[in-house]
């Protein structure tokens, strides 16, 4: 009897726990189509910031920061918040532009040589650095090896940087072309690194066989990492191009304000600092003419 009583107990606890407990979802069940503003945590940006794209032919990793100071400056100076865009890939900022995602940019000289609607963007600016506007690609090779020249790669192991490179890619597959060359067929493999920086280190680690990378990452190691030059030799110097260039979206109501502020940026003393640090003395005025229309079907 004591055990039917005790049975008939949790028969009834368990019914009534079952009846709790539906009784507590209907009352909780949301209905996420009534959708009500909160007032209180609604958000506009009164100005909305100048959206800056870059990439950088130096290491990322050390000249993040002074990136970000300089383009924190020219906000300053034009009195406008802004956000810095970083991304990977040359490709990666000129899609940035093309879909109207940045306003300025930073580019390479070769994203900009074979962006596809150069009337889409207007050129602002470029860098200049010891009096100099242009720079050079390098094919390098590992200290030891005894390479001597191009030709001694024939069928190596090599590395690019960016497809849309013109120091780390176009340049050197346009000059095999010259020479009477299939890029494709030149090398016996090669890949891309999509940073100068880690180029320049495969082959300083005997990665590869060889590489071709900016000579402005070259002289940024001569100044502030000379060690991991001395597992490098440089075999042979391209003639280069002008320094990758500032431009902006087409429409951008503050360009000319902003390219006011990148002509005189190296007064302001906290831009200075920066720039000094990315090997930029001053920018000047653009020279269309060092930026050929380049299809990179002729780098291929």
Request: avoid cysteine; aromatic fraction near 10%; hydrophobic fraction near 40%.
């Amino acid at each position: 009897m004591q055990r039917r009583s005790v049975f008939t107990g949790l028969v009834l606890a368990v019914l009534v726990g079952v009846f709790f407990y539906l009784h507590v979802e209907q009352r909780t069940q949301i209905d996420f189509e009534q959708v009500e503003p909160i007032p209180g945590y609604k958000m506009e940006m009164r100005t909305p910031p100048l959206r800056v794209a870059m990439i950088s032919v130096l290491n990322h990793a050390r000249t993040e920061g002074y990136q970000s100071q300089m383009v924190r400056s020219i906000g300053r100076l034009l009195g406008r918040p802004v956000l810095l865009l970083h991304r990977r890939s040359y490709a990666e900022i000129n899609q940035l532009l093309a879909k109207g995602d940045a306003d300025i940019a930073f580019l390479s000289s070769g994203a900009y040589m074979v962006y596809g609607k150069k009337e889409d963007v207007r050129l602002l600016a470029m860098p200049e650095r010891g009096g100099a506007n242009y720079y050079f690609s390098y094919v390098i090779v590992p200290r030891n090896a005894q390479t001597q020249s191009l030709a001694d790669l024939r069928g190596r192991r090599f590395v690019y940087v960016d497809p849309l490179s013109y120091s780390g890619y176009l340049e050197l597959r346009a000059h095999l072309r010259t020479l009477g060359e299939n890029p494709e067929q030149f090398f016996g493999s090669y890949y891309f690194t999509y940073s100068h920086d880690d180029s320049l280190r495969a082959v300083a680690d005997g990665l590869v066989d060889g590489g071709v990378i900016a000579s402005l990452t070259y002289d940024y190691y001569q100044m502030y990492a000379p060690a991991i030059l001395e597992s490098v030799r440089v075999i042979q110097i391209l003639p280069g191009s002008g320094m990758g260039p500032v431009v902006a979206r087409q429409g951008l109501k503050e360009a000319d304000e902003v390219q006011e502020i990148l002509l005189h940026l190296d007064e302001d003393a906290e831009a200075k600092e920066a720039m000094a640090q990315l090997l930029i003395d001053r920018f000047v005025p653009p020279q269309p003419e060092l930026y050929p229309r380049f299809s990179t079907e002729e780098g291929l």
